[in-house]
């Protein structure tokens, strides 16, 4: 079979992978033409064909140090050799970087290991139901928190549907829809309203600072109102920091915001692309999952805690706290936010640019700063993406979905930052004036 071209890759993927990709969100890559990855290291990605990009996608976030970095990718092959997969009791890896986390982050006391974002999700959410004894989920237009039934609702619903409970999947269980709650991001008043309304809330669960919808950044006193709230009605609030934490603080974003949550999930940056996740929390909650699968909280998983990933984690995690690598790409970000507004402003662009710490997205036809997923329909998407193909023809590649971001890594430098804002220069200067 012809494997030498990211075309004939993708059309055998079409084949037998449905959208010819592991998910839709991956397969929008196709959007602007096939491509096929074989290699990375450090800032760059290769495809099958021999093109070079450099990534500023990072598998959606969790490439913090940069690809292929040496000390991660040389702790994950020692444990190889020590053994794979052990699947009883724990081990030395498991405590240590269990330990680790509790000292980094101010809500963990207890941590389990898990291998994705979305069982994060889920088993917080388990596991504050099962504290609380009620059912109903409250979370926040426009925050994604996993694919599973309870939360995967009105993360991108239409205009028409803002304000509802708007599955974002077929096959979702009625049941689950109904006990799911949405409020606006960034409504206090919204949330003391519901407290009030609902005698049943199990659970509450948002990002900090909600990057599914690009970014949003909590207005003075919502995430304190949350806290507050939850706590006086003895509900756990959960943070989704499964894209924040470890990219914007080593500490996670509760640190550097000062509200401290009940329960956090965590992923992505965690591993620097190895695949590895954790739910943490208070003593109380986590340990209703201490028991024997017949009583308490049911957590399990077979690759749980599995050591590659895990060591993987302890090297990331040890890097982190020891070099300055959130304080540089922070700075970078902001760098790359005031050159593109530059740019926009030079053009005569009608848009903003958007961002937090090493994450930023150009926003087109809308502007202001946003503060609620209502404020972010009206992305002109067509510009978006006519930018989003004359930045990967010149050599930058990020997915061109609008409503996703765009984020540095340790590896992103000076080099890369001339040559993004000389490339966008271009295509900002190739499109049409507003």
Same mark, same amino acid.
Not at 12 to 28: C, F, S, W
Not at 231 to 247: M, Q, S, W
Not at 402 to 420: I, M, V
């Given at each position: 079979m012809d494997d030498t071209t990211s075309r004939s890759v993708v059309e055998r993927a079409r084949a037998v992978i449905p959208g010819g990709a592991q998910t839709g969100l991956r397969a929008?890559?196709?959007?602007?033409?096939?491509?096929?990855?074989?290699?990375?290291?450090?800032?760059?990605?290769?495809?099958?064909?021999?093109?070079?990009?450099?990534?500023?996608?990072?598998?959606?976030?969790?490439?913090?140090?940069?690809?292929?970095? $040496?000390?991660?990718?040389?702790?994950?092959?020692?444990?190889?050799? #020590? *053994?794979? /997969?052990?699947? @009883?009791?724990?081990?030395?890896?498991?405590?240590?970087?269990?330990?680790?986390?509790?000292?980094?982050?101010?809500?963990?006391?207890?941590?389990?290991?898990?291998?994705?974002?979305?069982?994060?999700?889920?088993?917080?959410?388990r596991l504050a139901r099962a504290y609380t004894g009620n059912d109903r989920v409250l979370k926040f237009e426009g925050c994604y928190h996993g694919w599973h039934d309870y939360v995967?609702?009105?993360?991108?619903? $239409?205009?028409?549907?803002?304000?509802?409970?708007?599955?974002?999947? #077929? *096959?979702? /269980?009625?049941? @689950?829809?109904?006990?799911t709650e949405v409020l606006p991001f960034n409504d206090a008043e919204a949330v003391v309203e519901a407290f009030a309304e609902f005698d049943d809330i199990g659970a509450v669960i948002c990002e900090p600072i909600p990057h599914s919808v690009d970014c949003l950044v909590p207005d003075e006193g919502f995430l304190e109102t949350l806290r507050e709230t939850t706590a006086e009605n003895d509900v756990p609030l959960i943070f989704d920091e499964v894209i924040t934490g470890f990219r914007h603080s080593a500490r996670g974003m509760q640190h550097e915001l000062g509200v401290t949550p009940d329960?956090?999930?965590?992923?992505?940056?965690?591993?620097?692309?190895?695949?590895?996740?954790a739910v943490c929390g208070r003593e109380d909650l986590m340990a209703q999952a201490g028991g024997?699968?017949?009583?308490?909280?049911?957590?399990?998983?077979?690759?749980?805690?599995?050591?590659?990933?895990l060591a993987a984690a302890s090297e990331t995690l040890r890097v982190l706290s020891a070099e300055p690598v959130i304080e540089e790409i922070t700075a970078l970000g902001e760098r790359y936010r005031e050159g593109l507004d530059g740019l926009f402003s030079e053009h005569g662009i009608e848009g903003r640019v958007v961002g937090y710490g090493s994450v930023f997205s150009p926003q087109f036809g809308v502007t202001g700063e946003p503060q609620r997923y209502e404020d972010?329909?009206?992305?002109?998407?067509?510009?978006?993406?006519?930018?989003?193909?004359?930045?990967?023809?010149?050599?930058?590649f990020f997915t061109p979905n609008p409503y996703k971001r765009q984020h540095l890594s340790w590896a992103h430098g000076e080099a890369e930052l001339e040559t993004y804002l000389a490339a966008a220069d271009a295509v900002l200067g190739s499109l049409p004036v507003n």
């Amino acid at each position: 079979m012809d494997d030498t071209t990211s075309r004939s890759v993708v059309e055998r993927a079409r084949a037998v992978i449905p959208g010819g990709a592991q998910t839709g969100l991956r397969a929008q890559a196709y959007d602007l033409g096939e491509v096929a990855f074989s290699e990375s290291s450090g800032p760059t990605l290769e495809t099958v064909d021999g093109e070079e990009f450099t990534d500023y996608h990072l598998a959606f976030g969790p490439i913090v140090l940069g690809h292929g970095h $040496p000390a991660v990718d040389d702790a994950a092959k020692a444990t190889i050799d #020590d *053994g794979v /997969l052990y699947g @009883a009791a724990t081990t030395a890896l498991e405590v240590e970087v269990a330990e680790r986390v509790v000292d980094l982050l101010p809500s963990a006391e207890m941590v389990n290991f898990c291998n994705s974002g979305t069982e994060a999700t889920y088993h917080a959410i388990r596991l504050a139901r099962a504290y609380t004894g009620n059912d109903r989920v409250l979370k926040f237009e426009g925050c994604y928190h996993g694919w599973h039934d309870y939360v995967d609702i009105s993360v991108y619903p $239409p205009r028409e549907r803002v304000g509802e409970t708007h599955p974002e999947s #077929d *096959g979702m /269980l009625p049941e @689950a829809v109904d006990h799911t709650e949405v409020l606006p991001f960034n409504d206090a008043e919204a949330v003391v309203e519901a407290f009030a309304e609902f005698d049943d809330i199990g659970a509450v669960i948002c990002e900090p600072i909600p990057h599914s919808v690009d970014c949003l950044v909590p207005d003075e006193g919502f995430l304190e109102t949350l806290r507050e709230t939850t706590a006086e009605n003895d509900v756990p609030l959960i943070f989704d920091e499964v894209i924040t934490g470890f990219r914007h603080s080593a500490r996670g974003m509760q640190h550097e915001l000062g509200v401290t949550p009940d329960l956090t999930a965590l992923a992505k940056a965690m591993g620097n692309g190895y695949p590895v996740a954790a739910v943490c929390g208070r003593e109380d909650l986590m340990a209703q999952a201490g028991g024997d699968n017949t009583s308490g909280v049911v957590i399990s998983g077979t690759y749980s805690g599995h050591p590659v990933g895990l060591a993987a984690a302890s090297e990331t995690l040890r890097v982190l706290s020891a070099e300055p690598v959130i304080e540089e790409i922070t700075a970078l970000g902001e760098r790359y936010r005031e050159g593109l507004d530059g740019l926009f402003s030079e053009h005569g662009i009608e848009g903003r640019v958007v961002g937090y710490g090493s994450v930023f997205s150009p926003q087109f036809g809308v502007t202001g700063e946003p503060q609620r997923y209502e404020d972010v329909l009206g992305l002109d998407e067509e510009r978006f993406v006519a930018f989003a193909r004359g930045m990967r023809e010149r050599g930058h590649f990020f997915t061109p979905n609008p409503y996703k971001r765009q984020h540095l890594s340790w590896a992103h430098g000076e080099a890369e930052l001339e040559t993004y804002l000389a490339a966008a220069d271009a295509v900002l200067g190739s499109l049409p004036v507003n």
